[in-house]
């Protein structure tokens, strides 16, 4: 059972990457949204207040992640979970082994079932981010997940007693052109330029912060023309399809083709797309980062050698020409374990074959969740 959350797009590729690998591995998944299992008003306040502070008080969303780094903001949040736990515990299968949270608050409800022994099976939190605030963790949690080792370092600060390096959860589709060829042809897939380098601006499914000032700045370098990913930001698309020497894309569904199209990626966030960069052998950097979590994430890559961090546009010049020749790379993240192998490992002694049950369920008031097929 895994249970995410549809705040941004990161915690939901996690969850469905992580539910193809347990597949891969003889399991059947099945998968919840944290979202559709909490009463309306915290439901509204987890998704349009997240998206209102970014995109009309930025300051309030870094006021909001440095609370949750200290204990009693950190409890508050945290309890409002706790209207999801009877609709996780009807969920729970009787042939369950695990139940995997891919968002912070979904690991606060696990880890509280866990530690009252509601919860029979074990219990994992997959880190999301590279930067941990303190709701990712909670006692009871079984074993943390993650692909830095910044967060595993991070989260043992916080009390996470088990935290294991593990893959990156990045689709098997994200992976660096064979040749020439197959980047032209991506290019024309996506009708972007034929010719010239392409620098992917990149502002998460939202399409948050500014970055059509990040466009403009590129632009400014002469460097790259810049090709700005507007996600479900029909506004953002609108402004930036009358700029000359800018592409602008709405919301793309085949993300490994763009990737492989341009020349770099310059993100906000440090989250999945980041991750699907470097698993498609593109380099990255920060630029502009969000407040909160995204200044922490940028901090944090830049801190550990994975993904630079551009402090301003008089030092973008120079780290974006250096990004496009391809200068240093980046630890291997990919080279460590399968998550699926780690999830799945506690139920190795069965003599029943693991199955773990997994679904995505509607808001119906407050009756039991729903599963469908994922």
């Known amino acids: 059972m895994i249970v995410s959350a549809r705040i941004g797009a990161g915690h939901d590729g996690a969850a469905a990457d992580l539910a193809r690998r347990l597949t891969g591995r003889g399991c059947t998944v099945d998968r919840y949204d944290l979202v559709d299992l909490l009463p309306a008003p915290i439901a509204a ?37 706790r209207a999801a736990e009877r609709h996780i515990l009807a969920a729970v299968r009787p042939d369950t082994v695990a139940v995997v949270a891919t968002y912070p608050l979904a690991s606060q409800a696990l880890a509280r079932l866990r530690r009252t022994g509601r919860l ?6 997959y ?7 303190r709701t990712w963790i909670g006692a009871g949690i079984d074993t943390y997940l993650t692909p830095y080792a910044t967060a595993r370092d991070q989260a043992r600060r916080l009390g996470a007693t ?14 660096p ?18 010719t010239g380098p392409l620098a992917l601006v ?11 000032r ?22 953002l698309y609108r402004r930036l399809t009358a700029v000359p020497g800018i592409v602008a894309l709405g919301w793309v569904d085949d993300m490994p083709t763009l990737l492989r199209a341009v020349d770099v990626a310059v993100h906000n966030a440090g989250g999945l797309t980041a991750l699907e960069a470097l698993a ?14 995204g200044r922490a994430n940028a901090r944090t890559l830049d801190e550990a050698g994975i993904v630079p961090w551009i402090r301003g546009p008089r030092q973008l010049p120079d780290a974006l020409g250096a990004a496009l020749a391809g200068g240093g790379d980046p630890p291997d993240l990919f080279a460590a374990p399968d998550p699926a192998a780690v999830v799945t490992a506690p139920a190795a002694d069965r003599t029943a074959h693991p199955t773990v049950r997994l679904a995505r369920r509607r808001r119906a008031g407050h009756r039991p969740p729903t599963r469908s097929r994922v």
């Open 280 to 293: 498609t052998g593109l380099p990255a950097v920060t630029y502009r980062p969000l407040p909160g979590h």
């Open 120 to 125: 029979a099976v074990p219990a994992f939190a």
């Open 45 to 81: 306040a987890l998704t349009r207040g997240y998206h209102h502070q970014l995109a009309i008080a930025p300051w309030s969303w870094q006021a909001t992640v440095t609370a949750f780094h200290h204990p009693v903001p950190a409890a508050v949040a945290a309890r409002a979970t």
């Open 162 to 175: 088990d935290v294991r390096i593990v893959a990156p959860t990045v689709s098997p589709g994200f992976r």
């Open 177 to 194: 052109a064979r040749d020439a060829a197959e980047t032209a042809a991506a290019r024309r897939a996506h009708r972007l330029p034929p």
């Open 202 to 212: 990149v502002a998460g499914s939202l399409g948050v912060g500014r970055p059509d």
């Open 214 to 235: 990040t466009a403009y700045d590129i632009a400014a370098t002469g460097l790259a023309a810049p090709v700005v990913l507007c996600g479900r930001h029909p506004t």
């Open 127 to 133: 880190l999301t981010d590279p930067s941990v605030h």
